[in-house]
T-cell receptor, first 113, second 116 residues
Framework: SAVISQKPSRDICQRGTSLTIQCQVD?????MFWYRQQPGQSLTLIAT?????????ESGFVIDKFPISRPNLTFSTLTVSNMSPEDSSIYLC??????????FGQGTRLTVV | GDSVTQMEGPVTLSEEAFLTINCTYT??????LFWYVQYPGEGLQLLLK?????DKGSNKGFEATYRKETTSFHLEKGSVQVSDSAVYFC???????????????FGRGTQLTVWP
């Protein structure tokens, strides 16, 4: 199994600013994923990040709003840009060889005021 | 499209009570079904899974049976403990049998609190 460390664990941010969330895996993984859970909603996939290529975004999510980096096989970042209160959510990172064989971080609870 | 509908929470039970958390799904093809659990301060972790109709997944006293006729995958435990207090997520993967490339679709999660 893999251990995934995500930080920050929570943050309160001003609208219009950006926050970068870091995800570190203790072993090399092929795929890394970023999810979002808005209050009362389902956990939803934002994008899939593979090393050496552009992230693949799901419908409703765009690179300008959620730029993702994947510089190597153990690390990824997600930036939430130009934040508004609607971006207040829990953001989850996961990593593994496939979607269903992935391990999850503990999440970042973001509040935008 | 594929989706999961999960029982609204929170659920509060006394220790040793019987637990059911309902989960139904909408999918084409032959999805695999999962239950994940998130304990306080920890990441989601896989609790159990079933990959085809009538399969029963089980782990730590929890069980769920893949019911294609009712498109359901309800989570059950006969006697809950305080340590079972967590958030439980139902999920499906649109992978076809034999493929591991399918993405995950999650429900909204159900908070379970067990009192001593």
């Amino acid at each position: 199994s893999a251990v995934i460390s995500q930080k920050p664990s929570r943050d309160i941010c001003q609208r219009g600013t950006s926050l970068t969330i870091q995800c570190q895996v203790d072993s090399q993984v092929t795929m890394m994923f970023w999810y979002r859970q808005q209050p009362g909603q389902s956990l939803t996939l934002i994008a899939t990040a593979n090393q050496g290529s552009e992230a693949t975004y799901e419908s409703g999510f765009v690179i300008d709003k959620f730029p993702i980096s994947r510089p190597n096989l153990t690390f990824s970042t997600l930036t939430v840009s130009n934040m508004s209160p609607e971006d207040s959510s829990i953001y989850l990172c996961s990593g593994g060889q496939t979607y269903t064989e992935a391990f999850f971080g503990q999440g970042t609870r973001l509040t935008v005021v | 499209g594929d989706s999961v509908t999960q029982m609204e929470g929170p659920v509060t039970l006394s220790e040793e009570a019987f637990l059911t958390i309902n989960c139904t799904y909408t999918a084409t093809g032959y999805p695999s079904l999962f239950w994940y659990v998130q304990y306080p301060g920890e990441g989601l972790q896989l609790l159990l899974k079933a990959t085809k109709a009538d399969d029963k997944g089980s782990n730590k006293g929890f069980e769920a049976t893949y019911r294609k006729e009712t498109t359901s995958f309800h989570l059950e435990k006969g006697s809950v403990q305080v340590s079972d207090s967590a958030v439980y997520f139902c999920a499906l993967s649109d992978q076809n049998r034999g493929s591991t490339l399918g993405r995950l679709y999650f429900g909204r999660g159900t908070q379970l609190t067990v009192w001593p």
